[in-house]
T-cell receptor, first 109, second 113 residues
Framework: EDQVTQSPEALRLQEGESSSLNCSYTVSGLRGLFWYRQDPGKGPEFLFT???AGEEKEKERLKATLTKKESFLHITAPKPEDSATYLC??????????FGTGTRLTVIP | DAGITQSPRYKITETGRQVTLMCHQTWSHSYMFWYRQDLGHGLRLIYYSAAADITDKGEVPDGYVVSRSKTENFPLTLESATRSQTSVYFC????????????FGQGTRLTVV
C-alpha cells in the first residue's frame, strides 16, 4: 500500500536555527515527489518537484533533497515568515498524488 | 482576476441536502482536481478531470459528483450531504497531468449538520 509519512508533526525553531523536515515514502513506481507550503486558511502553494534519487532543489532558505526512500526539506537560518505547514506528496500513477499529513513549522523571533 | 477561485468560502448545510461547490480557473489549464483535507488524513483526491467532458475518480469519490462542461469550471456536487463530508475542500489546476505546478484555490470549509 502506498504510504507517505512526514515527521515531525510539529517543529518549533528559534529564528536562525536551521533544521530539516522529513518525508518518507513507500510507493510503487515513484514518478515525482512534491513539496508544498500551506499557510492557515489558504490552499497549498507549490515549492519543489523532485524526480530522481540524488536530485536537489533550492529556493531562498529552503533546499529539498531526495533519496530512494525519503526526502528532506532543509531550512537554513529560518525567519518567522517561514512559519507554515509543509506538505509532502508523491505521485505514482498518471494522476495519483498521495499527500502526507504535513509538518507544522513555527519560527520564533 | 487571474487565478483559481472557489465559492463559497464557507458553507453550512443540513444532512441530506444537495450542495455544489464551485471552482473557476483563468489559466485554461487542462487538468483540474478536487481534494478534501481532514485532520490526520492530509489531502485526499476526490475527482479529477483531464479536459472538458473527461473526468475520473480519485481516492475517495463516493457521495460526490463532478462535471466539466467548460475548461475553466469544475463544480463538485454532494448529492446528499452526510456529516462525514464535513471537511475543507480544495480545487486545484495544472497544465499537465504531472501536478508539477498545481495551483490550489483558497478552499471551501463545508460543515454538514
Amino acid at each position: 500500500e502506498d504510504q507517505v509519512t512526514q515527521s515531525p508533526e510539529a517543529l518549533r525553531l528559534q529564528e536562525g536555527e536551521s533544521s530539516s523536515l522529513n518525508c518518507s515514502y513507500t510507493v510503487s513506481g515513484l514518478r515525482g515527489l512534491f513539496w508544498y507550503r500551506q499557510d492557515p486558511g489558504k490552499g497549498p502553494e507549490f515549492l519543489f518537484t523532485l524526480y530522481s534519487a540524488g536530485e536537489e532543489k533550492e529556493k531562498e532558505r529552503l533546499k529539498a533533497t531526495l533519496t530512494k526512500k525519503e526526502s528532506f526539506l532543509h531550512i537554513t537560518a529560518p525567519k518567522p515568515e517561514d512559519s507554515a505547514t509543509y506538505l509532502c506528496a508523491v505521485q505514482t500513477g498518471a494522476n495519483n498524488l498521495f499527500f502526507g499529513t504535513g509538518t507544522r513549522l513555527t519560527v520564533i523571533p | 482576476d487571474a487565478g483559481i477561485t472557489q465559492s463559497p468560502r464557507y458553507k453550512i448545510t443540513e444532512t441530506g441536502r444537495q450542495v455544489t461547490l464551485m471552482c473557476h480557473q483563468t489559466w485554461s489549464h487542462s487538468y483540474m482536481f478536487w481534494y478534501r483535507q481532514d485532520l490526520g488524513h492530509g489531502l485526499r483526491l476526490i475527482y479529477y478531470s483531464a479536459a472538458a467532458d473527461i473526468t475520473d475518480k480519485g481516492e475517495v469519490p463516493d457521495g460526490y459528483v463532478v462535471s466539466r462542461s467548460k475548461t475553466e469550471n469544475f463544480p463538485l456536487t454532494l448529492e446528499s450531504a452526510t456529516r462525514s463530508q464535513t471537511s475543507v475542500y480544495f480545487c486545484a489546476s495544472s497544465r499537465t497531468n504531472k501536478n508539477t505546478e498545481a495551483f490550489f484555490g483558497q478552499g471551501t470549509r463545508l460543515t454538514v449538520v
